[in-house]
């Protein structure tokens, strides 16, 4: 099973900040099948990027993905009040398809 | 646009079976380019997958390991929905649990497009 580690656990930053997020698989992630949700309190999780950096639908440009191997990152350029929330990565490219524990990304 | 509606008790006791349905709009169980999967959320354990079932030209299953003896994950064709069952189960199951699909006009992997809305289920006598 790959396990993957997100870190920070926690950032704390203002609005219009860059936010860097990181997640770490134990292994590589075969064809960088690598996918990064949001999760908003009471809410569903809700699909950002996969293939480690290819967008989903509707999904501003400022998030943007990177990485391959065992080592991915999001990144959101500037950020937006409702962009605060807690981040997962997932990787689907090996059964079972495990998540991180999350990153919250908290308001400063 | 791809709708999952999910129903199913909250409140499961200890040894008992935990069964939840989702039903699909916008789609179709059968599609030869998704898959139907299972997840649970919990404080303890995170994001969990559980499992899914998906068709090409026959039906496939395949689970996680932590729940492989307990799980079976069942589609209705009939009904344009899928079926989630837990088996004995302890408190240590309790979390929100969540349908969900992958893939869509084309595969392009286990990565998950559309949920349902959760749903709490407490296992406790």
């Known amino acids: 099973e790959i396990v993957l580690t997100q870190s920070p656990g926690t950032l704390s930053l203002s609005p219009g900040e860059r936010a860097s997020l990181s997640c770490r698989a134990s292994?590589?992630?075969?064809?960088?099948?690598l996918a990064w949700y949001q999760q908003k309190p009471g809410q569903a999780p809700r699909l950002l990027l996969y293939g480690a950096s290819s967008r989903a639908t509707g999904i501003p440009d400022s998030f943007s993905g990177s990485g391959s191997g065992t080592d991915f990152t999001l990144t959101i350029s500037r950020l937006e009040p409702e962009d605060f929330a807690v981040y997962y990565c997932?990787?689907?490219?090996?059964?079972?398809?495990?998540f991180g524990q999350g990153t919250n990304l908290e308001i400063k | 646009q791809v709708q999952l509606q999910q129903s199913g008790p909250g409140l499961v006791k200890p040894s008992q079976t935990l069964s939840l349905t989702c039903a699909i709009s916008?789609?179709?169980?059968?599609?030869?380019?998704?898959?139907w999967n299972w997840l649970r959320q919990s404080p303890s354990r995170g994001l969990e997958w559980l499992g899914r079932?998906?068709?090409?030209?026959?039906?496939?299953?395949d689970y996680a390991v932590s729940v492989k003896s307990r799980i079976t994950i069942k589609p209705d064709t009939s009904k344009n929905q899928f079926s989630l069952q837990l088996n004995s189960v302890t408190p240590e199951d309790t979390a929100v649990y969540y349908c969900?699909?992958?893939?869509?006009?084309?595969?392009?992997?286990?990565?998950?497009?559309?949920w349902g809305q959760g749903t709490l289920v407490t296992v406790s006598s």
């Open positions: 292994q590589s992630v075969p064809n960088s099948y």
């Open positions: 916008g789609d179709s169980v059968s599609s030869d380019s998704a898959a």
């Open positions: 079932t998906y068709y090409r030209s026959k039906w496939y299953m």
């Open positions: 969900t699909r992958a893939g869509g006009r084309q595969w392009l992997g286990n990565f998950l497009e559309y």
């Open positions: 997932q990787q689907y490219g090996s059964s079972p398809y495990t």
